[in-house]
């Protein structure tokens, strides 16, 4: 069925001069769409010329509407020569396929360049009239709306949440066409920047086609990321969660009245590609078990027998199971076992799981790419689970079928299914997917957070967010229900340190808890947040291949290890307890790996105070040494307690001593369900739990402790007046105030020196990513108070020799009054006196609390009396430790030479645990404080430009989001052969971001937006050759185009604001 | 830490008002990262030179980037690279084109062009203003030049509106165009200890009051040439020297105008004809393209040296009346204003006075109302 596009060319303005004899330009426009080209009048002799076309008519299938974007080039007319390009603007026109999106698109868009970058500004107006497919076999998904948001849209109601889409699509990389070696750049980067373009919309359209089967009418969280695979294709790929909103102001929304079958779709639809593995060669055998659809009962604790011999990979889950699919013939789902045994655990926990189950069973992956819920949707989080898959690239055959690609992405889900499961989680929150690719090399990674979710809104005909239906709900107040542990405490699937909730006092939590969403708004926090930061440089021989990809594998779990290690250790100096929005990042460079983790870290009161930091040195004897140890710990302890003060972190001493819990011993359950691995015991020694009671111990042994711990402690202090947190949430600060300024920074560091060491790189890493912190907090100094939020970073190893961090935050300002008041106090009366009204048997359980106590405040002290306590237990053990890897290690190196050109893969699961007492019910994570002058940033009058906030947040403080006008979805290149001209690549990077950003703006402007929320710049690949004096550059940034208003207004602020403003400037002088 | 590649970019553009001077000034990246140093930035936030040396960088960097735009800043406004507010546009454009008097001092009267241009280095050493400074300024003047030569309609206002500028510093522009335009010699010793201000003051004069658009005001070139037809009929003016009755009349005139407004009214009033030749004599050569650039070496020469005393600082005239003298200057309505009395002395003092100066007569009030600057300064030198 067709609809029809109609554009309008209108005018230009400060066009570039073409012609050096009359310094002017003869301009005229080439409209086109699909293969249809329409041509204005050429305007002569103006740099602003005005067309005022008549409209051109396209009469095109509403699937080409979806995938194809209108193209809109500029020439200068030439007599003689051929004309000249000027430049491009691509519009996406999928907005107006939605009606309720935008109507119409009308504006001011900068004409586009690759080589020359934005050359003037072009006036297009676009309309369309769509004639509505009800076609059950159409290939169009008109009027499913797409949101980068990852939570349920403001002006929305979550009606249902069917559940994981994904969808992929290949291509050749027109770059690396045989073409490409004759023809120019610009014609290079103009195919690349088209190809992308359809690629996107054809992937948008065909997760919309999920979507309406799954009987959903939108994605949320929509995730999508480019693979430039180099020589291999081009892979864009998506991942999102299936809803069905209605819209919650009295305005349209007609069509999400009814769409009630929503689990009729086979599950088998939600991913088109799975389980095919059994007849791909070379992922042979594996997989066969433990894919298909699944049922949690199904665990096949047969299947336990053998988790690879691995180990510690990744201590952050205490436990690590790495494991290649290709090598061993072991399925994941050895884990399951652990999770369903705990179906044991409380009829309740029982009779809330299967309720649920049924609904998500028939979900092929029960996912949510979304990090914050509606109340009462997240029941209970298990931890983080995580999957890395090391793949070599071939040459994608057959575009038409993706099959590898998906069959690794498949494999990966498979895994972070099983992980889950483990946790005795049924779904999987806060998901997310990246790839890191250098030459042929290419880490896949997955990670999310288990969850258990309230099966309400996975049924059909679901209840209004209102009602609360309780016969399922556990009884745990949101505040600290999500804490609450979904696993079997007897058969926990790691070992951990369990007590009663120091909130309601009735369920285990774990000591501490690691997330990869957002803090529920409902949470009880003590204190305020901040950002924790795990950074890692490890170097790696150069090689090729296979042999690559198998050192690339062997050393990620110590990666992995580090950076959790390194994690707790910051997390325990900040005196916290829960870690939220955790993002591990590993990049892979020619000879070396980066690894990044950032995340917010939370003292949730729910969960048991942190033990200190105990420093211990291997050789007692020796005086200087120990006196030595002495000096490192009273420092720590002065930070630790200096840090309490900064984050406001003081927890209600008293009630731990009505808490209490017979603790399990972890070792001895860990065993039940780990395989019985010859690694197991050593695995649990090695373990890192601790007693809530016992410090966490970090043994001094050699030069490297020793630096670990000085980075540690030389970690750069805030400046008075910022925050940082890369979570949406500050916990803590409640009253934002309306200034915003998003920024985005990028920074390369070149390796001077070619024989560095780990430690050498550790510590420029670290200080690359502290002085850059540092420059915004210098940057952002005038909007004291301020916090920078949704600190996002991204690493890179562009070329040997070169790190590269770019970072996109927004720095809000709140009023600094208003910040006390929420914090410790309130919850925690509110907390005893709930405690008292719940808790039937309070005081015999916590026997060891006082000890706690007397414990915690001699850390503060800085006297070492408790380091026998623990130490064993505790200790991270680096010598045993890396006997036992270098044992694993080799067992891998042998296998992975039988592997063909196919996939090696490691695989890791990360889970945490702890948990919190608090009550104070928070609706509303901004609360009314936010309201006050939100004027500020909107001052400017008398510009006829609109000005266009941007944000990498869901919502912009003291306003209300009343309409979302469609997704904003942009790839650019840009190129320079000019680069010393242009400023050097500093100057080059910096105008081109500028660009992308005015670029953005000028779009959702046109959409009649006056903000981007869920801003992000997913993909920034910057290569130079200096010596040629040459650069390029790709970026990829998309977003949520809203309108937003004042919050106090009705009236949708006027997206024009004045028309003029010679006169009106300088009056102010 | 040395950096490969290290930018920011906020959506809102941010601009720090202290670099952006140091900028404008032309300081080195170096340097002003050790101004910014001693001046306190580090203490007040904990930061490090490195920091700062980024924080300058990507503050010159945009800078520069603005700077394209800065050369028509109508075009800031509705350009979409940068989103930056419009009281900070302003104070961007107002900045930009803000001048040191002591480089304006060197090149006023100057033709504005590539040989000037060559010699900006001998300007720079000899003003301390830094090289890149001036060639801003030199840059901004021509800039400027350019645009409104070609424009019709009052000059200061095309300047304000072209390049949206504060009345103070249009009124300065439209100044510097004038003296650009008709070459008007100031760099002679002689005229050394007169300021840019006071120059301005005459330039603003004299394009009120002798120039096209004085009589008609949708003239090209209006405010900025001289009006050949009046600079013709000053040359009628010599009949004030010779007929000896209306030398009489004018000095009564001119007495009673002047009487109890000035020190050194005994001075001038003895010296009267001796004045009046003078400033009859310049006027009446005006004709002259060369006599026209010396004109300002000539009142200060070739006037009696009394001019000084005789003046005072005191003395005001109200602007209007001489305007009100250039609107009737041809001969015929010329001379019967030697009759009309002097605006009343209260009004004179009341009015506001645009800027001290003085005046001695009528005939003077051609020549003098601008030369008044001139000679007030020179009575301060005496002065002393």
């Known amino acids: ?1069 | 830490m040395a950096m490969e590649l290290d930018v920011f970019v906020g959506n809102t553009t941010i601009m720090d008002e202290e670099v952006y001077q140091l900028w404008l000034d032309g300081y080195t990246v170096s340097d002003a990262v050790k101004v910014r140093m001693e001046g306190g930035v580090m203490e007040e936030c904990e930061a490090s030179a490195d920091v700062l040396l980024s924080d300058t960088m990507d503050q010159y960097r945009t800078f520069q980037m603005c700077e394209r735009l800065l050369y028509s800043p109508a075009k800031l406004a509705n350009q979409l690279l940068f989103q930056i507010p419009p009281h900070r546009q302003a104070i961007l454009i107002e900045r930009y084109y803000a001048f040191d008097d002591a480089f304006v001092r060197e090149v006023l009267g100057k033709k504005l062009s590539k040989g000037t241009k060559k010699d900006l280095d001998d300007i720079s050493a000899k003003t301390n203003v830094t090289l890149k400074s001036c060639r801003r300024q030199f840059d901004n003047f021509k800039r400027v030049f350019k645009v409104v030569e070609e424009l019709k309609g009052p000059l200061v206002e095309n300047i304000r509106q072209h390049f949206l500028l504060s009345d103070k510093l249009a009124r300065d522009y439209a100044a510097i165009v004038f003296f650009a335009n008709n070459r008007f010699e100031t760099g002679k010793r002689k005229l050394q200890y007169l300021t840019f201000q006071d120059f301005a003051f005459c330039a603003g004069q004299l394009i009120n009051n002798w120039t096209v658009g004085a009589v008609d005001n949708m003239v090209e070139d209006m405010d900025v040439d001289l009006d050949k037809e009046f600079l013709q009929e000053l040359k009628e003016l010599k009949i004030l020297i010779t007929d000896k009755d209306l030398l009489d009349q004018h000095k009564s005139l001119v007495c009673t105008a002047l009487r109890g407004k000035t020190k050194a009214f005994n001075e001038m009033e003895a010296n009267f004809k001796n004045l009046s030749r003078g400033l009859v004599n310049i006027a009446a050569k005006l004709t002259n393209t060369k006599d026209v650039r010396d004109f300002f070496i000539d009142l200060v020469e070739k006037t009696p040296s009394c001019v000084g005393q005789i003046h005072g600082r005191h003395q005001k005239l109200y602007l209007q009346n001489v305007s009100r003298l250039k609107r009737i200057s041809s001969p015929a309505y010329f001379f019967p204003c030697l009759s009309p009395p002097p605006p009343p002395a209260d009004a004179v003092i009341s009015a506001p006075p645009v800027r001290t100066f003085s005046v001695f007569d009528l005939s003077a009030v051609i020549i003098s109302s601008l030369s008044a600057s001139l000679l007030e300064s020179s009575v301060c030198k005496s002065d002393l």
């Open chain 1, 1 to 1069: 069925m067709p609809g029809k596009l109609k554009a309008k060319i209108v005018a230009g303005r400060h066009l570039p001069v073409m012609d050096r004899a009359s310094d002017l330009t003869d301009a005229f426009v080439e409209v086109k769409f699909g293969n249809t080209t329409f041509k204005t009048d050429v305007c002569p002799k103006s740099l602003n010329p005005q067309w005022n076309s008549e409209w051109f008519k396209f009469e095109v299938d509403d699937e080409d509407l979806q995938d194809e974007p209108l193209q809109v080039t500029v020439l200068d007319h030439d007599t003689y020569s051929a004309n000249d390009a000027i430049g491009k603007v691509y519009i996406d026109i999928d907005p107006l396929l939605c009606n309720e999106a935008a109507s119409v698109i009308s504006g001011w868009f900068p004409i586009y360049d690759t080589i020359h970058g934005i050359r003037g500004e072009i006036n297009v107006l676009v309309k369309v009239e769509l004639f509505n497919d009800l076609n059950r076999f159409r290939q169009s998904s008109c009027g499913v709306k797409f949101f980068c948001t990852t939570s349920i849209p403001r002006c929305y109601r979550a009606a249902m949440v069917h559940g994981f889409v994904e969808e992929l699509v290949v291509n050749e990389d027109p770059e690396y066409q045989w073409i490409d070696r004759i023809r120019t750049p610009r014609a290079s980067n103009e195919a690349r920047q088209r190809l992308i373009s359809l690629m996107s919309g054809e992937l948008q359209r065909k997760i919309g086609l999920k979507v309406l089967e799954m009987g959903g009418n939108a994605v949320v969280g929509y995730l999508q990321c480019f693979d430039l695979e180099g020589e291999s294709g081009l892979v864009v790929r998506a991942i999102g969660t299936a809803c069905t909103l209605d819209k919650l102001s009295s305005g349209s929304a007609p069509n999400t009245a009814t769409h009630t079958h929503p689990n009729t779709a086979p599950a088998s639809n939600a991913c088109n590609s799975p389980s095919k593995d059994g007849k791909e060669p070379v992922f042979g055998e594996d997989l066969l078990s433990s894919s298909g659809p699944p049922t949690p009962f199904r665990a096949l604790p047969t299947s336990s027998s053998s988790p690879p011999p691995l180990s510690p990979s990744k201590p952050c889950s205490r436990q690590s199971s790495s494991s290649d699919t290709d090598l061993s013939l072991t399925p994941k789902t050895g884990m399951g076992s652990g999770g369903s045994a705990g179906k044991e655990a409380g009829p309740l926990k029982t009779l809330l799981r299967q309720q649920t189950q049924t609904a998500l069973e028939q979900r092929e992956f029960p996912f949510f790419t979304l990090t914050s819920f509606p109340p009462g949707f997240l029941v209970h989080v298990g931890g983080v689970v995580s999957a890395r898959s090391v793949k070599l690239l071939d040459r994608i055959h057959n575009p038409d079928e993706p099959e590898t690609r998906d069959a690794w992405w498949e494999e990966i889900r498979q895994e972070i299914k099983s992980h889950a499961k483990a946790l005795g989680c049924h779904a999987v929150v806060g998901y997310s997917e990246s790839t890191s690719i250098c030459e042929e090399v290419c880490i896949l990674s997955a990670s999310g957070t288990a969850a258990i979710l309230n099966p309400r809104y996975m049924r059909e005909g679901c209840l209004d967010i209102g009602i609360v239906d309780h016969r399922f709900e556990d009884p745990s107040p949101p505040s600290c229900g999500f804490c609450h542990i979904p696993y079997d405490e007897l058969n926990m699937p790691f070992p951990t340190q369990l007590t009663y909730c120091y909130h309601c006092r009735r369920q285990k939590v774990p000591d501490v808890l690691f997330t990869t969403i957002d803090l529920p708004p409902e949470a009880a926090v003590t204190g305020k947040g901040c950002l924790i930061q795990a950074r890692l440089c490890r170097l790696k021989k150069k090689a090729q291949g296979e042999v690559n990809a198998t050192a690339i594998s062997n050393l990620l779990p110590f990666m992995e290890y580090e950076l959790h290690t390194q994690l707790m250790n910051k997390l325990k100096l900040r005196s916290m307890n829960a870690l939220f929005g955790l993002r591990i990042q590993i990049s892979i460079g020619e000879n070396m790996l980066l690894g990044l983790a950032s995340a917010t870290g939370v003292y949730l009161t729910a969960l048991p105070a942190p033990g200190g930091i105990q420093i211990a040195g291997k050789t007692p004897g020796d005086l200087s040494n120990e006196h030595h140890i002495l000096t490192i710990q009273k420092r720590i302890n002065d930070t630790i307690a200096k840090n309490k003060e900064i984050y406001q972190i003081n927890p209600p001493e008293l009630t731990e001593e009505v808490v209490g819990s017979p603790i399990p011993e972890p070792r001895q359950r860990s065993r039940l369900f780990r395989s019985h691995s010859e690694s197991s015991d050593e695995v649990s020694e090695l373990d890192l739990s601790h007693g809530k009671k016992d410090a966490f111990v970090l043994e001094i042994d050699d030069t490297d402790a020793v630096e670990d711990i000085h980075s540690l402690l030389t970690d750069a202090t805030i400046p008075t007046g910022f925050n940082s947190c890369n979570t949406e949430i500050m916990p803590g600060i409640y009253n934002w105030t309306s200034a915003v300024q998003m920024f985005t920074s990028v920074r390369v560091f070149r390796l001077s020196n070619a024989n560095l060491t780990n430690q050498g790189l550790n510590k420029i890493f670290t200080d690359l990513c502290e002085n850059l912190l540092k420059s915004f907090y210098f940057k952002l100094r005038s909007m004291i108070p301020c916090c920078l939020c949704h600190l996002n970073f991204t690493v890179a190893v562009p070329e040997e020799e070169l790190i590269q961090v770019a970072v996109t935050a927004v720095a809000m300002t709140y009023d600094k009054d208003q910040t006390q008041e929420k914090p410790a106090e309130k919850p925690i009366t509110k907390g005893c006196i709930e405690t008292e009204e719940q808790l039937q048997f309070p005081m015999e359980l916590c026997a060891d609390s006082s000890s706690t106590n007397t414990q915690l405040s001699s850390k503060i002290s800085g006297v070492q009396e408790t380091t026998n306590v623990s130490s064993r237990a505790a200790s991270v053990d680096y010598g045993s430790f890396a006997d036992r890897c270098s044992t694993w290690l080799e067992l891998l190196r042998l296998k992975a030479h039988t592997i063909r050109r196919g996939s090696v893969k490691t695989s890791r699961r990360t889970q945490s645990l702890a948990h919190s007492v608090s009550s104070l019910e928070r609706s509303s994570p901004v609360p009314d404080g936010r309201s006050r002058s939100l004027r500020s940033t909107r001052g400017f009058g008398g510009s006829s430009v609109t000005v266009v906030k941007m944000t990498p947040l869901s919502f912009l403080p003291g306003t209300r989001i009343i309409k979302y006008l469609g997704i904003i979805n942009m790839f650019f290149i840009r190129e320079t052969t000019s680069l010393r001209e242009e400023g050097g690549v500093s100057g080059f990077l910096h105008s081109f971001i500028a660009e992308v950003f005015a670029m953005v703006r000028a779009h959702v402007a046109a959409l009649g937006g006056n903000a981007v929320v869920s801003y992000s710049m997913k993909e920034c690949v910057f290569m130079e050759n200096p010596n040629k004096n040459q650069a390029q550059c790709l970026i990829n940034v998309s977003g949520d185009a809203v309108i937003c208003v004042r919050e106090t207004d009705q009236e949708p602020v006027p997206s024009n604001i004045g028309q003029t403003c010679t006169s009106e400037t300088d009056g102010a002088t």
